[in-house]
């Protein structure tokens, strides 16, 4: 081993610990028994590292600062715990018993409830926009694109809705079960970008609860709708339009 070797093991010896029963260390601080140069240059460097060591004991630990490295690292622990994949699984169910719990303990909702909840969706669908599936003033491929759908397609129109503007249809979901959206045209101005303001939504009458019974229409206000509802033939129909309920009635 050469001087320079030796310095090099010597810069991170630490004196009064068993950095010394290194056999490296041990064989550079040998070498600088015998070596003048390389001994006055290690009481030097043990000098300076006694200087720092004594100015680092005058800095005095701010308050809390080893209760706060133990909390630290316990929290440390407890996030490792926590991504454990076992412990991510059966935290994640114990959260969905919880989040479903309330569903079981509520009471459930009245008659008419469902209905209720239809009526709403069904209104904010016509008002929000929708895209239709087939756009055609044409009854016959309508009907034919409905029922390869597997959408209610055997349904009956009023006389007066059948001489409305037809302007396509569209499929939409209630619960699983499919619902024919039919639309039209009063004949009044349309907004921009609007295709239709009369809505025919049909569905299986099994699917809803509490829905009016019988064939005569039994108007109702939905939101910005004037509607009318009416069951024939196992179906349940929602007439809706943007107009109010004298230019509805005329299309019944």
């Not at 810069?11 to 610990?17: A, D, F, H, I, L």
């Not at 412990?87 to 969905?96: E, G, R, S, Y």
């Not at 469902?114 to 003033?137: E, H, K, P, S, W």
């Not at 910005?224 to 179906?235: C, E």
Request: proline share 7%.
């Amino acid at each position: 081993m050469n001087r320079d070797e030796a310095e090099k093991l010597l810069r991170r010896y630490r004196p009064g610990t068993s950095d010394a029963e290194d056999p490296q260390i041990a064989e550079a601080l040998a070498l600088a028994g015998s070596d003048p140069e390389l001994g006055r240059w290690l009481a030097k460097q043990g000098a300076q590292q006694d200087r720092v060591r004594q100015q680092f004991r005058k800095i005095t630990a701010p308050a809390g600062l080893r209760a706060q490295i133990i909390s630290e690292h316990r929290a440390r622990r407890n996030l490792i715990f926590w991504r454990r994949p076992s412990i991510l699984l059966a935290a994640a169910a114990a959260l969905a018993v919880l989040i479903g719990l309330p569903f079981w303990l509520r009471p459930h909702p009245p008659e008419g409830a469902g209905f209720a909840v239809y009526q709403r969706q069904m209104a904010a669908l016509a008002l929000r926009g929708y895209g239709m599936d087939v756009i055609t003033n044409d009854p016959v491929p309508i009907r034919a694109y409905l029922a390869q759908n597997q959408a209610p397609a055997d349904y009956r129109l009023p006389a007066a809705l059948q001489q409305a503007g037809l302007a396509g249809c569209a499929i939409e979901n209630w619960q699983g079960t499919k619902i024919s959206m039919l639309c039209f045209r009063t004949g009044r101005p349309l907004s921009n970008g609007a295709l239709s303001d009369l809505w025919l939504f049909v569905i299986d009458e099994t699917a809803l609860r509490g829905a009016p019974a019988g064939p005569s229409p039994q108007f109702t206000k939905i939101s910005r709708l004037t509607a009318a509802v009416w069951r024939q033939d196992g179906k349940l129909y929602l007439l809706a339009t943007t107009a109010d309920e004298p230019t509805l009635r005329r299309f019944l």
